[in-house]
């Protein structure tokens, strides 16, 4: 992606019908593919976070983000590059019990990767991988070259900003103090 950098667009609403289409057309109509989308609720009440990764120039995503903040339901809406970020996505990864028996050294594997096995029986075994997108990508290659996956799903980044609050907090408490001040 020669002049794009990966965003994480960060966007908090209520959880209204709708929205997530809204949001997504807005990424459409720039030509803008989505890489993840979570979405859940957040740490305020009543109020969705969706967490959404893109590869776009500054420029562009800069616009995006002014788009979504236009939309009703939509509180706030923000970007960020890595750096600013902390971040995790989740995998599992589903392999053959007696393939993965095989391997030799089944505890060195699995602590290599710092993953753990989450479910096993005598037909399969379910390995759960949080980390970076490379971190997870790693264990799936060296599973599939040396044993088969079965089954293998990732989820969408999930991530926190690197300050102290959440930004919706300050904005909310100054949206607050402005009303406060308006009511005398």
Known sequence: MEGKTLYTVTIFSENTVGLLGQV???????????ETLSVSPSALKGIHKFTITVWSDRETIEKVVKQIDKRVDVLKSYFNVDDELIHQEIALYKLSTPEFLKMGSVEALIRKHNAQILDINESWVVIQKTGHYAETQTLFDELSKSIGV????????????????????????????????VDL
């Open 24 to 34: 997504t057309t807005v990424f459409i109509r720039r030509q803008i593919n989505i």
């Open 150 to 181: 079965l089954q293998f799903i990732r989820s969408g980044r999930i991530a926190i900003n690197k300050s102290k609050i959440e930004r919706l907090s300050d904005m909310l408490k100054s949206l607050e103090g402005k009303r406060k001040s």
